[in-house]
């Protein structure tokens, strides 16, 4: 079973970045997510922070203990297709984080333009130095914009 097999079974899930998930336990009536979910070397990892053991989880889920592990496929092109479909979901999940990392910084960056432009005279800048600096601040208020209108 691949993580996102896993996370598509679970309610309420949060991706806490860098392949580390939070739901909420299929085991005990959970207002909270309390199960930590990640993406082992040989499969899916997973612990109750309520104390719910392993069995009781994969017993709610419909799944067994075994389904868990990347070679629990007794056939052999299944257990490649298996891994081969892990290596991609890791792939992505990299790509998705190097992304959020970019962004993140980008973010910073545009905030650090922004504020410290404020109080700035401009009277003896020349006519490209004004240029350059109002595109780098319209650049980095569209990235702010931006960001402020995804959360809302």
């Known amino acids: 079973m691949t993580i996102t097999d896993f996370l598509s079974r679970l309610e309420v899930v949060k991706d806490r970045g860098d392949g580390r998930y939070s739901a909420r336990c299929p085991a ?3 207002q909270d997510p309390s199960l930590s979910v990640r993406d082992g070397e040989k499969g899916v ?5 309520a ?4 069995s009781a989880i994969a017993n709610k889920l419909g799944i067994e203990i075994k389904d868990l592990f ?3 496929q007794p056939d052999p092109r299944q257990r490649r297709e298996a891994i081969q479909r892990r290596a ?3 792939a992505a999940q990299r790509a998705v984080d190097k992304a959020k990392g970019r962004n993140t910084d980008l973010l910073k960056h545009a905030e650090y ?4 432009a404020r109080g700035m005279t401009i009277d ?3 006519s490209a130095q004004l240029d350059k600096r109002l595109n780098c601040l319209a650049d980095a208020y569209a990235v702010l914009w931006g960001e402020h209108h995804e959360q809302h």
């Open 28 to 30: 005990h009536q959970d």
């Open 45 to 49: 990892l997973l612990h109750c922070w």
């Open 51 to 54: 104390g719910c053991d392993l």
């Open 70 to 72: 990347h070679n629990s």
């Open 88 to 90: 991609k979901e890791r």
């Open 113 to 116: 333009l922004v504020q410290s």
């Open 124 to 126: 003896t800048w020349t």
